[in-house]
């Protein structure tokens, strides 16, 4: 066990010691936070930020996509799209969430052309 020290304001500064608990991390305290640069291979319209939105909500994730100075998140459909992502442009992912890597797969797959437009 660790010992904190406590001062008691009196005339002698009595010095007693305090027992503090120790806390060990426990499994599944983690953030979840992972961070990607990719390159963007088409553009990223409406419909591609929309995909994004939904991969967002069925992952239970958190996604924020940065490009240069302007960046947005998985909230507002209308500041992924402001970004004005085209082909061949580099982007900074970053994920927060359990389902991390379930949702980079897919927006991977979005961001990378893979998917096709239906």
Request: charge should be positive; charged fraction near 25%.
């Amino acid at each position: 066990m660790k010992f904190a020290y406590k001062v008691i304001k009196t005339k002698n500064k009595k010095v007693e010691k305090v027992e503090t608990p120790v806390i060990n991390p426990t499994i599944g305290t983690s953030t979840g936070t992972v961070s990607f640069i990719l390159v963007a291979k088409n553009t990223l319209g409406f419909r591609e930020c929309a995909a994004i939105i939904n991969i967002a909500k069925e992952t239970n994730c958190k996604i924020k996509i940065a490009s240069g100075k302007k960046s947005g998140t998985s909230e507002s459909i209308l500041s992924l799209v402001e970004l004005a992502i085209t082909a061949d442009k580099s982007l900074v992912l970053t994920i927060k969430g359990k389902r991390n890597d379930e949702a980079f797969r897919e927006i991977s797959k979005i961001i990378g052309g893979d998917v096709a437009n239906s």
